[in-house]
């Protein structure tokens, strides 16, 4: 059961980041959307794998929920989505950020692989340590983080109205 | 742990990288842009999922649903900032919002 668990592991690893490949080269804004929402419910598994069943449940609903739904808002209220309009980057503008990328790709795996890792606990992880550590350890930051979602929402309000702000 | 703390790490690389191409690379949609900001912030919070499963604490899952709820609230204001510079110059692409004064 165990090493089910491992292979599952790399083969939605290997379709997150394929996902993430042809999000990032899709011309389509809309079709992007649709890959990465792909990309996401993978990722989301994996965390459920890692044993953080809430995060993995707020991946799904935040993430491939509210917020790229919100982006898929945004492209069709600004009439974004115009297939003949759409156009890809040149292969010239591909090359450097692919270097730059594939460098630190090279770093953090050269450090990544050479770590050794330090021995841990071997006490499961359970939502009720979770909830213990957010509202007793973290408690002022769930405070903190209210206030700033109030003020982008605020701030969402300010910009998006009609007028010159 | 089902799989070591080094294989989780390299996936999160391999998206943070994917995530700064894309970043890089899309200039002429700022729709794209963000879309890579979510990649490299998808990235991070593997990390501290990772992590917080290796060293069997909650600490990093706390710190992964706290960048989940920045990233709403980031993504709300950079939307409406788009919207609000679509109005002003009738297109998305990076490029042109170049100068202070309109």
Request: hydrophobic share 60%; glycine share 8%.
């Amino acid at each position: 059961m165990d090493f089910m668990e491992t292979y599952l592991f790399y083969i939605l690893a290997a379709v997150t980041v394929i996902g993430t490949i042809l999000a990032i080269t899709e011309k389509h804004p809309v079709h992007a959307i649709v890959y990465l929402v792909t990309s996401f419910f993978s990722l989301a598994t994996i965390f459920f794998l890692l044993a953080a069943p809430l995060v993995a449940m707020f991946e799904v609903i935040i993430y491939a929920g509210a917020v790229m739904v919100l982006f898929m808002f945004v492209i069709m209220m600004l009439d974004l989505g115009r297939t003949d309009e759409a156009r890809r980057p040149v292969l010239k503008q591909w090359l450097l950020p692919i270097i730059l990328g594939g460098i630190i790709l090279a770093s953090i795996g050269t450090i990544a692989t050479g770590y050794a890792a330090a021995p841990h606990p071997s006490g499961a992880l359970t939502v009720r340590d979770f909830a213990e550590t957010l509202f007793r350890k973290y408690g002022v930051a769930v405070e903190i983080i209210s206030m700033q979602l109030l003020f982008a929402v605020v701030g969402a309000l300010y910009l998006g109205r009609k007028g010159k702000p | 742990m089902i799989v070591p703390l080094a294989h989780v790490l390299i996936l999160a690389a391999v998206l943070f990288g994917l995530g700064l191409v894309c970043t890089l690379v899309w200039r002429s949609n700022v729709i794209m842009l963000l879309i890579g900001i979510e990649v490299m912030l998808n990235a991070a919070m593997l990390v501290f999922v990772g992590g917080s499963n290796h060293w069997g604490m909650a600490d990093g899952q706390v710190f992964a649903l706290i960048i989940m709820a920045m990233t709403s609230a980031e993504v709300s204001l950079a939307l409406a900032l788009v919207v609000y510079l679509h109005r002003r110059k009738n297109t998305v692409d990076v490029d042109e919002f170049r100068e202070l004064k309109d």
